[in-house]
Structures are given as C-alpha cells and as structure tokens.
C-alpha cells in the first residue's frame, strides 16, 4: 500500500522560507512532485523530481522553490525561498505517472497548509 506523509507547512510572512517534506512508503518511484491548491483555484503544477534528480518547475517558483529527493529515504522535499503571499495553498505531495504536462498523478498525500503573511 502506497502512502505520502508530508510535513513543513506553516504560517510565515512574505519573504520567508519553509521547506515540505513528504516521506513515501510502499515502494521506491521514479518521479514525485508537489502540487498546490489556493482557496477557489484548481490545483496546480509546482515542481517534479525524477528518480536521477532531473527536475522541473512551474514558472511562477522557478528561482524561488527547489525541489530534491533522497532515494536512500524515499522522500522527497520542496524548499521554498522569497515566498509570496500568492504562493499561499494547500501543498499536496504526488507520485507521477509519468514525465512532462499535464503530470498525472497516481498518489496523493494529504496536504500540508502554506501560508505567507503579508
């Protein structure tokens, strides 16, 4: 049984850092990403991370927000940099699919709450 634990969110003002965690359990993946979902929006594309560290972000977190994976722990993680109080969301972990857009999603965790001061 697959299962993503994620941890970090919080309340931080604008300018601020936080970093998510999401540990998976069940088996190793070859790529997991995060997703993100404000109050009233659909959720979206943040960034994706391959099993050989190839990644790749959304255009509004590029140069802000990294992504990076620690096989050995089977956990992936999102540091967030110069955060916006746009980037308030729900922070979602997720086992992809696949590789490239539209980043199907065959996991899910539970969702961490983001959410920047301004």
């Known amino acids: 049984q697959v299962q993503l634990v994620e941890s970090g969110g919080g309340l931080v003002q604008a300018g601020g850092s936080l970093r998510l965690s999401c540990a998976a359990s069940?088996?190793?993946?070859?790529?997991m990403g995060w997703f993100r979902q404000a109050p009233g929006k659909e959720r979206e594309f943040v960034a994706a991370?391959?099993?050989?560290?190839?990644?790749y972000y959304a255009d509004s977190v590029k140069g802000r927000f990294t992504i990076s994976r620690d096989n050995a722990k089977n956990t992936v993680y999102l540091q967030m940099n110069s955060l916006k109080p746009e980037d308030t969301a729900v922070y979602y972990c997720?086992?992809?699919?696949?590789?490239?857009?539209?980043?199907?999603?065959?996991?899910w965790g539970q969702g961490t709450q983001v959410t920047v001061s301004s």
């Open positions: 991370a391959s099993w050989t560290s190839r990644t």
């Open positions: 997720a086992v992809l699919g696949g590789w490239g857009k539209p980043w199907p999603s065959d996991y």
């Open positions: 069940g088996r190793t993946f070859n790529a």
